[in-house]
T-cell receptor, first 113, second 113 residues
Framework: AQSVTQLDSQVPVFEEAPVELRCNYSSSVSVYLFWYVQYPNQGLQLLLKYLSGSTLVKGINGFEAEFNKSQTSFHLRKPSVHISDTAEYFCAVSGVSNYKLTFGKGTLLTVNP | ETGVTQSPTHLIKTRGQQVTLRCSSQSGHNTVSWYQQALGQGPQFIFQYYREEENGRGNFPPRFSGLQFPNYSSELNVNALELDDSALYLC????????????FGPGTRLTVL
């Protein structure tokens, strides 16, 4: 079984500032890792994923994340945020041989002008 | 390419009633997963359907059931609705059961009074 802990429920930042959203996971097997974004009243959109290979993963909208196996972390970063990045962000994990995504509780990123 | 669609968008039911939610997969996707997202929480896996058969289930009671049709569209049925069933129900489609890049629909907001 897997579990995900998103360490911050809310992260307020100013526009053009850098941001890091933290995610730790627990699993007894090898994992795939994902970040999804959810805008108000919408479904989930995949930002980026780690399946294998390079531990630094680049996604859409200028986001990137780094997989750290020793620290069981998969933190999401963006060097300069925009107002339009305001949304809920979910970290998710699955085992490499199972089918279900296990999500964290989400981090609300609020970008202020 | 058509994305994942869900109907209806919103639904209000009373306790004890039954409800059916519908999902059309993204073109070419043969696997459908359903998730429940309670207010302020991350999505929780309900079950997955692959080639018209249930292919795994989360921690949900039997009154949550589903179907997948030959065209890969899917239904989620919930019997004997309870107040705690109020949530956003998300459908996600993918190409295979193991490779877990899932594409989400906009969801159906169910309110149980």
């Amino acid at each position: 079984a897997q579990s995900v802990t998103q360490l911050d429920s809310q992260v307020p930042v100013f526009e053009e500032a850098p941001v890091e959203l933290r995610c730790n996971y627990s699993s007894s097997v090898s994992v795939y890792l994902f970040w999804y974004v959810q805008y108000p009243n919408q479904g989930l959109q995949l930002l980026l994923k780690y399946l294998s290979g390079s531990t630094l993963v680049k996604g859409i909208n200028g986001f990137e994340a780094e997989f750290n196996k020793s620290q069981t972390s998969f933190h999401l970063r963006k060097p300069s945020v925009h107002i339009s990045d305001t949304a809920e962000y979910f970290c998710a994990v699955s085992g490499v041989s199972n089918y279900k995504l296990t999500f964290g509780k989400g981090t609300l990123l609020t970008v202020n002008p | 390419e058509t994305g994942v669609t869900q109907s209806p968008t919103h639904l209000i039911k009373t306790r004890g009633q039954q409800v059916t939610l519908r999902c059309s997969s993204q073109s070419g996707h043969n696997t459908v997963s359903w998730y429940q997202q309670a207010l302020g929480q991350g999505p929780q896996f309900i079950f997955q359907y692959y080639r018209e058969e249930e292919n795994g289930r989360g921690n949900f009671p039997p009154r949550f059931s589903g179907l997948q049709f030959p065209n890969y569209s899917s239904e989620l049925n919930v019997n004997a609705l309870e107040l705690d069933d109020s949530a956003l129900y998300l459908c996600a489609s993918s190409l295979e059961t193991v490779y877990n890049e899932q594409f989400f629909g906009p969801g159906t907001r169910l309110t149980v009074l």
